[in-house]
């Protein structure tokens, strides 16, 4: 029986051949090129093939930071909000409300 795949996911076929390949470097290296990456407005795979001078992507990748987290830590966070753990949906709200206050400056008078 052959498997045909939807047409919609024909788009797909040159990620799916890529292959990712990490760098086992000093310290320093991977320092400069996530300071560069960050200088430039780049994801550091972004900045590694500028270096190499292969092509990037020109799409608008949406900005987000990740983080993984255990059953343990939904736990603290749950307890932290006053939130039951499986609420995973607003503690991920209340994560993110406490992320834009870390990078929003206090303004004197406040």
Do not use: C
């Not at 996911?9 to 086992?24: R, Y």
């Not at 930071?65 to 909000?81: F, K």
Request: aromatic content about 6%; overall charge positive; proline content about 6%.
């Amino acid at each position: 029986m052959v498997t045909r795949k939807p047409v919609r996911w024909s788009g797909s076929d040159a990620a799916l051949k890529a292959v990712q390949v990490a760098f086992d470097v000093e310290e320093a290296v991977m320092d400069a090129v996530r300071t560069a990456a960050f200088d430039n407005h780049l994801s550091t795979s972004d900045q590694i093939r500028h270096i190499l001078k292969l092509a990037v992507s020109k799409r608008p990748k949406r900005p987000r930071l990740t983080v993984s987290l255990t059953a343990q830590d939904y736990e603290i966070l749950g307890e932290r909000y006053d939130l039951p753990p499986e609420d995973r949906l607003a503690i991920k709200e209340r994560v993110t409300q406490e992320l834009v206050r870390f990078a929003t400056p206090a303004k004197p008078g406040r």
